[in-house]
């Protein structure tokens, strides 16, 4: 299993970003995936998942209306668009493959997004 996470940056507040996550080795389709924040120094915090269609999403309340998960299983790749960035946004993100409810078995080393004038 292989997840690499790309598309993080410096950005001004108030600008937007979309994370990509590109998955091999595993059967993409049939799993659910979710994006996981860490700010500095704190704690893993849960952003966002996604059903192995694409067909549901769920957010952290504090991400909603922000941030937009989704997949293109034809391609194998995750996405988060996050907009109207906040300094608070600032963290490392990482693409994360769920193995069953609240658990998540692979992850990729992250991209990091800060957000700073």
């Known amino acids: 299993v292989h997840l690499v996470e790309s598309g993080g940056g410096l950005v001004q507040p108030g600008g937007s970003l979309r994370l990509s996550c590109a998955a091999s080795g595993f059967t993409f389709t049939t799993y659910y995936m979710s994006w996981v924040g860490q700010a500095p120094g704190k704690g893993l915090e849960w952003v966002s998942d996604i059903n192995s269609s694409g067909g549901s999403t769920y957010y952290n309340e504090f991400v909603k209306g922000r941030f937009t998960i989704s997949r293109d299983n034809a391609k194998n790749t995750l996405y988060l668009q996050i907009n109207n960035l906040r300094p608070e946004d600032t963290a490392l993100y990482y693409c994360?493959?769920?193995?069953?409810?609240?658990?998540?078995?692979?992850w990729g080393k992250g991209t990091l997004v800060t957000v700073s004038s």
């Open positions: 994360a493959r769920e193995s069953g409810p609240g658990g998540m078995d692979f």
